[in-house]
């Protein structure tokens, strides 16, 4: 999703920009400040968290780039070649990826490729053994489960491909217009909260209408968090431009006249600098899921399972490491004041009914999720996509901010896994794995390219 309008052009009034290309001080909505991400992701967390993405549990991404647009057809398809995704041939897979690894451990792995198979079978055959028959249960239940924020690819599906991300990596592709507008539109007038007062252009998120004033504190939190992921994307191409291409070579590199056209202050009318602190508000968000999922990736049974035992061993302990730094961060968000307000309408939009007695969550309740619902709902909108590249990533960095919404939702039922063996209440897929650190990973990027921004302008001016 690209050229994705947040450019504007100068309007003449001059207004003062927020720290040249970037922003400052206390963000909305939480404690933390912008200089303290800067210092914590630049120098503490980035260099080991690029190190882990591009081992081979996190870099090799099974996705199905052929599923069509639920919305509707008429979908123009990019024809350049930076569009193109070349998928992963079987051979440069490893094996342990591509068995069973998407759950966690050598020997649940084992016992769900039994549990799978009966299943193909049609039913719980009752020669397995009753541990067996339990797991076939529960994690049908779990894969069919409500509790999921994004509407996953079937990657059973024989369209569904495994692509490396190193090889396919996100970067401008020339993708732009009333095409990328569409998708963005969609996503912001149909599925976003948004004040009903507020008419929006075309052009999504143009100068002087991207302001979530009126909300509630929650529905500003998820309106903030498409436009922080928005944001963050706009950075990505700014920064991996296509500078050059020659038939002898294309040089890719920063532009910083796109950068400034899609978040200076005086360019963007005030718009840049909101934009910047709802992409700062993404990453805490993530960081925070990051730190509450720490007691799941602990337990001894779970492996970032590839085959390559030494390999995994040493993933799983970088792995452990980079979640122990992001535990230490001082100035976490606090996901309580995410549904501080109102205490039913907050339990509607995290999808819990409420005994209004009492206020608490009672149970699971269909009919009250806008929030979930709203956020699949986008999920979906990515299989629209005419970029096949931007379909990639945009599908993996929406399934991986899902995962973090999963998370900071799932947090007594984290507390309460067991220390050793399956957890049968709260469980994440190797999809799901891959892509929260991967979407993670970009948002972290991001924040690394502001500073190289800064830089770069400083030395111009």
């Known amino acids: 999703m690209q ?86 041939q079987s051979d440069e897979v490893p094996d342990g990826i591509k068995s069973a690894s998407y759950k966690y451990s050598e020997e649940a792995n084992n016992l769900i490729e039994e549990c799978e198979q009966a299943e193909r079978l049609g039913a719980v055959d009752e020669s397995l053994s009753e541990e067996t028959q339990k797991a076939v249960l529960q994690w049908t239940k779990h894969d069919d ?82 436009s922080g992921l928005h944001a963050s994307i706009n950075v990505h191409l700014s920064a991996r431009y296509l500078l050059q291409d020659t038939w002898l070579e294309k040089k890719w590199g920063h532009n910083i006249t796109e950068f400034q056209q899609r978040f200076d202050g005086v360019l963007t009318e005030g718009e840049g600098p909101r934009r910047l602190k709802n992409l700062y508000f993404l990453y805490l968000i993530e960081l925070r899921a990051l730190s509450k999922v720490l007691p799941f990736f602990e337990r001894p049974d779970f492996q970032l399972f590839t085959g390559n035992k030494i390999q995994d061993a040493e993933n799983k302990k970088l792995l452990l490491e980079i979640l122990h730094e992001i535990k230490s961060f001082p100035l976490h968000f606090d996901e309580n004041s ?36 709203h956020f699949r709902n986008i999920s979906r909108i990515m299989d629209c996509v005419g970029c096949f590249k931007c379909r990639l990533w945009g599908k993996l960095q929406t399934q991986g901010l899902g995962t973090a919404l999963k998370i900071l939702f799932s947090e007594k039922l984290i507390a309460n896994m067991p220390e050793s063996g399956p957890s049968y209440e709260f469980q994440l897929t190797r999809q799901e794995i891959v892509s929260l650190f991967n979407a993670f990973g970009r948002i972290s990027t991001s924040v690394k390219e502001l500073e190289n921004f800064r830089n770069l302008l400083q030395n111009i001016h």
């Open 145 to 226: 489960s409500s509790d999921n924020f994004c509407e996953a690819d079937d990657i059973q599906s024989p369209d569904a491909e495994y692509v490396d991300l190193l090889l396919n990596p996100e970067r401008y592709t020339g993708y732009k217009g009333p095409d990328t507008w569409k998708i963005w539109n969609v996503i912001y007038e149909e599925n976003c909260f948004k004040p009903q007062t507020i008419k929006r252009p075309l052009n999504p998120l143009a100068s002087g209408q991207g302001k979530s004033k009126g909300l509630c504190v929650e529905k500003r939190a998820f309106y903030r968090l498409i």
């Open 338 to 373: 995410f549904f501080a307000g109102d205490k039913k309408e907050a339990h509607k939009l995290k999808g819990h009914a409420v005994d209004e007695s009492t206020s608490e969550r009672v149970r699971w309740s269909p009919h009250h999720e806008d929030f979930r619902l």
């Open 3 to 88: 050229d994705t309008g947040q450019n504007q052009q100068p309007s003449g009034q001059k207004q003062q920009p927020v720290q040249g290309p970037g922003v400052s001080g206390y963000l909305d909505d939480c404690t933390c400040d912008v200089e303290t991400i800067d210092k914590f992701n630049n120098y503490r967390l980035f260099p080991r968290l690029q190190k882990l993405l591009e081992s081979d549990y996190f870099r090799y991404y099974k996705v199905n780039l052929k599923r069509p647009c639920p919305f509707w057809n008429d979908i123009s398809q990019c024809g350049r070649r930076d569009c193109a995704v070349k998928p992963c």
